[in-house]
Structure formats: structure tokens, C-alpha cells
């Protein structure tokens, strides 16, 4: 485990990080937020760990979301060059504006309302499937059976996969989010390449087959997006990609909201208790489990046209990384940072960002995240952590490989 030393910190770089900052990244955010808040990587890019200075960058119209230029060197001409660059994430307005109004019309408040019945109806069933798995006694992985299950069964049915297809989403969707990390393997680069194409293979058939079977759903999404391509609004890879996005974009996202949710409750007792005896406050420990474990931990922008953040000059073609882990634990923003308070108010964290690319799902996510967490607890009221369980690879995701659990107590 190395330390954040002055001289460890000068020599930040977030591509090769120290040991053990997978682990525990906070005690350097809270180095670098300290003493180098807009921190030049060794690759001349910057990271930027202050709540401040990250809202200043989401605010900024002189930056880009466009990473064309960015993925070409790390991807090739490949698949998964077009779909990260065909995605509404990683493109500016005009072409974001107009998918993105679409996706937050499909994904508002209201429009979700029928999908929360069926939430619940899915909770309720993998609750019932973990009765079984606990029964005699066994520890039970709470990602793989839990916390994963929900956020691709939902997606999945916005997308109107049929079921006995969803299995294969969540490999898809983990090959092609990995291979968004700062350095790549070339088998993470074939393995993310061979998702992106088996997965649009797949969406061209579902949509085919759609055409001829409407699935009927209040929400689907999928006809939705393929109205707007009959109508040419949208290209047939802007449909596909963006199908693809939005599993991506929700599930490992969700799963680690999920997960780093019951670990932060059953890793405070104070907080376990406070929801026991008052429900209500699921809604505040979904808002710090956001804030306090961030499941997206940074974000990315170039800048197109000259500009300055606080007293940092920045010329076109400058990469710059927000540290929304590090943000989210900054003490000129948040009271005591380092607690976990599920009554913290205000809480008014970046974990879904800010500013024209902010989060399009997060109503979803939080609905989810409050109906799987409350769920749960209620059903295994001695529900406990068996090990310290170990935190997935990941710089920008931030979640566990695995959460093993008992509920016998
Ligand atoms: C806890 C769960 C989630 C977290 C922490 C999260 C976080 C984020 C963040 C930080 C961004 C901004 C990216 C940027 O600035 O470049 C984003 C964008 C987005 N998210 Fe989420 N997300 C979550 C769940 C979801 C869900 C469930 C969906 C939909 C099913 C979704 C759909 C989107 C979309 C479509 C965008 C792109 C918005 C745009 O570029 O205008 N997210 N999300």
C-alpha cells in the first residue's frame, strides 16, 4: 500500500495508480484535493478533485464530450470505437440534444411509474430465490444474485428482451464498460470488441422481430427509438448504440448503488438503526451511499476552445478528468466528509453529475436502488457482511466483485 506523500502525490498518475488506491482511492483524493486540485497526470492530462472546480467544468461550454479524437489511438478503427463514439454520453449538441430528449422522456418520473410495479414484482422474486439459496445455513454472493439481477432485468424490460436472452446482457455490458479504463489489456480490447458486435447482432434481430411482434409494454423504450429511425430522426447505428448505452450506462452503475448501499448500512450500525426505525429514510441513504461510494467515480471532458478553470488555463485538445469520488468527499462541501449519515442534509452530490450531461436514468436508479435496498433488509433483518469483501478492478466504477453475506444473525 503506498502513501500519499508530497512527492507521491507530485507524481500522481491516475493511468498507473499506487498500490492500493483501487482499495481505497480516498486518502489520495483527499492529498490531491488538498495540494494539486487540478493535478497534471504524467500523459499531460488533468485531474480535477474539488467539488467546486468539478461543477466550474460541468458548467463550461468551451469543453467537449466528443472523444473521437481521445478513443481513435486506443481503439482502432473497431467496434468499439464506433459505439463509444456513437453513444449520447461521449458526443456535443446538436446530435446529444436530440437523442437525449428522447431517452428523458422515456426515462422521466412519470413515464416510469409502470415500471415500478414491475420492479417490485422482480425484487420480490429474487428475494424469494435468496430465501432459498440462504436456506441450511450458506453465505450468499449478493452481487451475483442480488445486486447485479436487478438493474439488467429492469433495462432488459425497457428494451423488451425476452428473459431467457438477459444472461448474455450482463457480459456484454461489463466487456464493453471495461474497456473504458485508462489502460487496457488486448484481451480486455477482443473482449469488448467481440460484446460490442455480438450485441448489435442481437439488437438487429430484436428489432426485426419487434416489428412483427409489438411487445405491448407501457414503456418500451425500444419502440420508441425505432420510431424516431422510421421517422429519420436517427440512424440505424444511432438506435443500436444507444440500446447499447443505456444497459451500459445502468447496470454496473446500479448493481455498485446496490451494493455499496447494503454494505455501507450493515457496515454502520448507527445508520442500520436510524432505517429500522425510520423507513422513510431509505430515500437519505440512497443519497449518501451516492455521495459516500460513488458507483461512478470519475468523468471526462476535453476542452474545444481555450478556457480557464478557477486560476488554470487550459488550450484546446486538453484532456480533463472530474474525480467525482473526490468531490463527493470534499470538505469545503460536505460537513465531517469521511462519515457516513444517511440524514445528511443537503446532500447535494455529483454522483449523477451535472449540467447537460447529467445523469438521464437517475430517477430510475433511485427508485431502484431504495426498492431492492428496502426489500431486502426487511425481508433478512440479520442480514450480515460473512468477509470484507473485495472491491472490483475498476478506477472509474467503483463497487464489489463479490459481497458475501449470511442472514441467519
Ligand atoms: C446509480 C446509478 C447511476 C449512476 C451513478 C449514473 C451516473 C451517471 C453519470 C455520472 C453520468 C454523466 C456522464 C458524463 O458526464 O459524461 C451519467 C449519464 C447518463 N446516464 Fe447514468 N448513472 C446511473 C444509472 C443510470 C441508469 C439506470 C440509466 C438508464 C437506464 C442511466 C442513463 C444515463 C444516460 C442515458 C446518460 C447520458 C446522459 C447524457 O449524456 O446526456 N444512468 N450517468
Redo the contacts with the bound molecule.
Sequence with gaps: MDEPTPQAVERFDLAHPPAGFIDDPFPWYAALRETDPIHRCPDGSYLVTRYDDCLRV?RNSNLS?DKRRLFRPKFGASPLFSHHTTS??FNDPPY?TRV?AT?MEA?KPKTIEPTIVMLERVVAQLLDELVERFSGGYEVDLIEHFASRV?VE??SS?LTVPVEDRDNLRRWSLAILGALEPELTQEQLALGNRAVTEFLDYLRALVKYRRSRPSGAPNDVLATLTALHDRGELREAELLHNCI??LN??HE??T??IGNGVHCLLHEPRAREQLRERPASIKGAIEET?RFA???QL??REVSEATHIGAVAFEPGAQITLC?GAANRDPAQFDQPERFDIERTPNHHL???S????????S??RI??KVAIAALLDRFPNLAVVRPPPVRARIRFRGFERLDVSASG
Design positions: 460541468y464530450s449520447l454520453v446529444h437525449r431517452l426515462l438493474p429492469i433495462i425497457l448505452f443505456l450506462a445502468g452503475t446500479t455498485n448503488l451516492l460513488s458507483p461512478n468523468g471526462n467525482i454522483a449523477f453529475a449540467g447537460i450531461h447529467a445523469c438521464v436514468g437517475m430510475l436508479a431502484e436502488g
